[in-house]
T-cell receptor
Framework: DTAVSQTPKYLVTQMGNDKSIKCEQN?????MYWYKQDSKKFLKIMFS???????INETVPNRFSPKSPDKAHLNLHINSLELGDSAVYFC??????????????FGSGTQLSVL | AQSVAQPEDQVNVAEGNPLTVKCTYS??????LFWYVQYPNRGLQFLLK??????LVKGSYGFEAEFNKSQTSFHLKKPSALVSDSALYFC?????????????FGAGTTVTVRA
């Protein structure tokens, strides 16, 4: 029944490793997002995809690569993990057709700890 | 650039007392404003939004927000706070970004309601 689900919930890894976070939404939404929440709880958008097309790509290192196999899935792959990548990553989705006032539905987050 | 500011990091109130969480915005054009709430170890949940029309917007869990154009504010309010309202609250603004819109969040305000 979960609307936006992301896995894993916790991810502990060593510096230099490559890891992926998966996200799926069953709401039939057109648009999906990745947000990063740092240790001070500040939220910043990383990417957005609409119908598998990249729309927003903020100033994120190219070690981060989103992949959208279909409009219900948006995965985040991170290469060569660094200590500063430690954060909580949230996936979200929305119905783009509503324009500027669309509301976002968030997953429960993936807490990434890089050691 | 579009942005929102939440001047208080923390708000503490006693149960049963009124709760106000402050937000000011800076946008060019029409503001589309939102409030989201984040409970511990959870993703964000939509509370309410202002698009146009009535300046007093009612949302989930008994919350409401007042849009004030002259003061560029969008404060969140609840007449009688509950202990279960203790959470992290985010104000957000939707702004034009390329051919799409981007939701930008404030830094968040931690609300603690004591019994």
């Amino acid at each position: 029944d979960t609307a936006v689900s992301q896995t894993p919930k916790y991810l502990v890894t060593q510096m230099g490793n490559d890891k992926s976070i998966k996200c799926e939404q069953n709401l039939g939404h057109d648009t999906m997002y990745w947000y990063k929440q740092d240790s001070k709880k500040f939220l910043k958008i990383m990417f957005s995809y609409n119908n598998k097309e990249l729309i927003i790509n903020e100033t994120v290192p190219n070690r981060f690569s989103p992949k959208s196999p279909d409009k219900a899935h948006l995965n985040l792959h991170i290469n060569s993990l660094e200590l500063g990548d430690s954060a909580v990553y949230f996936c979200a989705s929305s119905q783009r057709g509503q324009g500027a006032w669309e509301k976002l539905f968030f997953g429960s987050g993936t807490q990434l700890s890089v050691l | 650039a579009q942005s929102v500011a939440q001047p208080e990091d923390q708000v503490n109130v006693a149960e049963g007392n009124p709760l106000t969480v402050k937000c000011t915005y800076s946008v060019s054009g029409n503001p589309y404003l939102f409030w989201y709430v984040q409970y511990p170890n959870r993703g964000l949940q939509f509370l309410l939004k202002y698009i146009t029309g009535d300046n007093l917007v009612k949302g989930s869990y008994g919350f409401e927000a007042e849009f004030n154009k002259s003061q560029t504010s969008f404060h969140l309010k609840k007449p009688s706070a509950l202990v279960s309202d203790s959470a992290l609250y985010f104000c957000a603004v939707s702004a034009r970004y390329s051919n799409d819109y981007k939701l930008s969040f404030g830094a968040g305000t931690t609300v603690t309601v004591r019994a």
